[in-house]
T-cell receptor, first 110, second 114 residues
Framework: TQLLEQSPQFLSIQEGENLTVYCNSSSVFSSLQWYRQEPGEGPVLLVTVVTGGEVKKLKRLTFQFGDARKDSSLHITAAQPGDTGLYLCAGEGWDNDMRFGAGTRLTVKP | KAGVTQTPRYLIKTRGQQVTLSCSPI?????VSWYQQTPGQGLQFLFEYFSETQRNKGNFPGRFSGRQFSNSRSEMNVSTLELGDSALYLCASSLRQGGTYEQYFGPGTRLTVT
């Protein structure tokens, strides 16, 4: 059982569309990170959110941390083929453990 | 600044053998964590080392062990390999300071057990 549930598991969209992926948990986290992983490579850190209700923007990517620090979302505007990859969320528990979700596999078709 | 390096990148072993994987963290990073990634289970935390001491341990059998050296380089060892140990093994380094825990991953070692 995953401590962090990510949805959807798979997402295939056309270039230019918008999308949102979700990361939910029943646990409270001291911080939450989003990573993107491409085939044959390790995950690359995109953002860290720390404060409940926090919103961070990274160009076309918008990250939100839930008020209760149990969930997060990643919104991509005008998706491009270069956004294709596995998006992982990871939560740091109060015991300093880091737990990952299973990921959302995004494919953006040109 | 050089990123996290892992060696070897690919490895094929047979059941019953043992294997040692190596990880060199980003210069100045004192925390090294190891993860196992499989299609079915996703990223599973193995253990974290900080200043040569194991700080946290995931839910893996004792066949999985690790260590960290004074220069922060880390190794993990898997003994008596099983087919189910086939996976991508990822190492991540972190400064482990302040209020956040940002990890930087290496490219991984792809282990195939036959």
């Amino acid at each position: 059982t995953q401590l962090l549930e990510q949805s959807p598991q798979f997402l295939s969209i056309q270039e230019g569309e918008n999308l949102t992926v979700y990361c939910n948990s029943s646990s409270v986290f001291s911080s939450l990170q989003w990573y993107r992983q491409e085939p044959g490579e390790g995950p690359v850190l995109l953002v860290t959110v720390v404060t409940g209700g926090e919103v961070k923007k990274l160009k076309r990517l918008t990250f939100q941390f839930g008020d209760a620090r149990k969930d997060s979302s990643l919104h991509i505007t005008a998706a491009q083929p270069g956004d294709t990859g596995l998006y992982l969320c990871a939560g740091e528990g109060w015991d300093n453990d880091m737990r990952f979700g299973a990921g959302t596999r995004l494919t953006v078709k040109p | 600044k050089a990123g996290v390096t892992q060696t070897p990148r690919y490895l094929i072993k047979t059941r019953g053998q043992q294997v040692t994987l190596s990880c060199s963290p980003i210069s100045g990073h004192r925390s090294v964590s190891w993860y196992q990634q499989t299609p079915g289970q996703g990223l599973q935390f193995l253990f974290e080392y900080f200043s040569e001491t194991q700080r946290n341990k995931g839910n893996f059998p004792g066949r999985f062990s690790g260590r960290q050296f004074s220069n922060s380089r880390s190794e993990m060892n898997v003994s008596t390999l099983e087919l189910g140990d086939s996976a991508l093994y990822l190492c991540a380094s972190s400064l482990r300071q302040g209020g956040t825990y940002e990890q930087y991953f290496g490219p991984g070692t792809r282990l195939t057990v036959t």
